[in-house]
């Protein structure tokens, strides 16, 4: 009787690790899969000596500033949409 009552012990022991791992892995699983869709690459032409930049965003957009030019990327689309080039009023071909 006793060896009978740790066999059903060990058994459900066991089925319940296997449960709780098989739960685990299909988690870690879902979880790298959708990362996936929310990671992708931007490539800018901000030149090597630019590696000072400031990034915002408001949910909608990512606002990328480097040196004179503030980049515009939306984030629900993924797209670039443009860039903003700031200029602080100087000479313009020779001429003020």
Do not use: W
Not at 2 to 14: A, E, N
Not at 69 to 81: M, P, Q, T, V
Request: charged share 25%; proline share 1%; aromatic share 10%.
């Amino acid at each position: 009787m006793d060896k009978l009552k740790i066999i059903k012990t060990t058994v459900f022991f066991l089925t319940f690790c296997m449960v709780f791992l098989l739960c685990f892995l299909i988690t870690k699983i879902i979880i790298q899969c959708g990362q996936e869709q929310d990671f992708y690459t931007i490539k800018l032409d901000i030149l090597p000596s630019q590696k000072e930049y400031n990034l915002l965003s408001d949910g909608r957009r990512l606002y990328i500033s480097a040196d004179k030019k503030i980049h515009i990327i939306n984030l629900s689309d993924k797209i670039y949409e443009g860039v903003v080039i700031l200029d602080s009023g100087g000479t313009e071909n020779g001429k003020k």
